[in-house]
Nanobody, 125 residues
């Protein structure tokens, strides 16, 4: 059974930092591109960041470039999202996801196979 479990969300003031973790089990972690997405009620899921299997390729959404950092450790089956200089507009439920496509790094939610349950991030002004 594949499981993706996010943690690390919470309430933080604008300008602060949070580090999200996603622990993965039930699949060969190193065979999957990993991504982070976020969603607010009434809006589509938004791409945040993605990292290739070997961490050699990384993409960020325009709204988080320069503030967020994605990383992974294949030995620990874990992917992280370091979020700095947080803004109120970063408030959302954050999801991690895995993509088994053998080439490329997907930035579209539909291309991801498995998803976590999400963790709430709230940034106060």
């Amino acid at each position: 059974q594949v499981q993706l479990v996010e943690s690390g969300g919470g309430l933080v003031q604008a300008g602060g930092s949070l580090r999200l973790s996603c622990a993965v089990s039930g699949l060969t972690f190193s065979d999957y591109t990993m991504g982070w997405f976020r969603q607010v009620p009434g809006k589509e899921r938004e791409f945040v960041a993605a990292i290739s299997r070997s961490a050699g390729t990384i993409y960020y959404g325009d709204s988080v470039k320069g503030r967020f950092t994605i990383s992974r450790d294949n030995a620990k089956n874990t992917v992280w999202l370091q979020m700095d200089s947080l803004k109120p507009e970063d408030t959302a439920v954050y999801y991690c996801a895995s993509d088994s496509l053998p080439v490329g790094v997907a930035t579209v939610a539909l291309e991801y196979d498995y998803w976590g349950q999400g963790t709430q991030v709230t940034v106060s002004s």
